[in-house]
């Protein structure tokens, strides 16, 4: 017989589709972090690593909690890691 387990997830409704007046062309990785999450401090992202039209190659992150988005440090061009 299964074992009955809590789960928690996740759903988007929307995907990022532009960073500021950048466009997204394609999402490279997707993946989510739980930290701390027994901490009032605590916090549920669900980071993108996506590829704009210039190229350039970005990191950014949605706040589960508040549903605000965050960019992080950019990357080489995407042809670079071909």
Not at 48 to 56: M, N
Request: proline share 4%; aromatic share 18%.
């Amino acid at each position: 017989m299964p074992r009955r387990e809590c789960a928690s997830l996740f759903l988007h409704t929307e995907w990022p589709e532009r960073i500021n007046t950048k466009k997204i062309i394609e999402v490279i990785d997707h993946w989510h972090v739980v930290e701390s999450w027994w901490n009032p401090e605590r916090y549920f992202r669900s980071y993108f690593q996506v590829v704009l039209e210039t190229g350039r190659i970005m990191t950014l992150f949605q706040d589960m909690e508040t549903n605000e988005w965050f960019t992080q440090t950019t990357s080489k061009n995407f042809s670079q890691y071909k």
